[in-house]
């Protein structure tokens, strides 16, 4: 499995690491998860439908942060990947706490996966 990352992913990541120190090794261990299983499994990720896109498109909704001690995978982080089954391929999207955001940003999904 190959990982990419959007420009956009890339600035969400640097901005959240200046809070939360132990992001990269937390998105390693999703990645670790993802390499075994990418497809969407609930409660801990779920597809995102009505995008009208063929891409597959998934919200994962636990992820365990170190540097939110106590709270584990109820961290409140959410991950936007799109997941090319054919190619082994997984594009992250975005990023955030759901405390900044409410819901993932889907013109970003839609301008780069039209």
Do not use: W
Not at 51 to 65: M, N, P, Q, S
Not at 87 to 108: A, G, P, S, V
């Amino acid at each position: 499995m190959t990982f990419d990352e959007l420009a956009e992913f890339k600035k969400d990541l640097k901005s959240l690491l200046k809070k939360y120190r132990t992001l990269n090794d937390d998105l390693e261990v999703v990645k670790s998860i993802l390499e075994v299983m990418p497809n969407d499994r609930p409660p801990f990720s779920f597809r995102i439908d009505n995008l009208g896109l063929e891409t597959c498109v998934i919200k994962v909704k636990k992820i365990a942060c170190k540097s939110l001690k106590g709270r584990g995978v109820n961290s409140g982080f959410r991950l936007i990947y799109a997941h090319f089954e054919n190619e082994q391929k997984i594009t992250f999207i975005e990023l955030y706490h759901k405390n900044n955001k409410e819901n993932e940003d889907r013109d970003r999904i839609l301008s780069n996966f039209k």
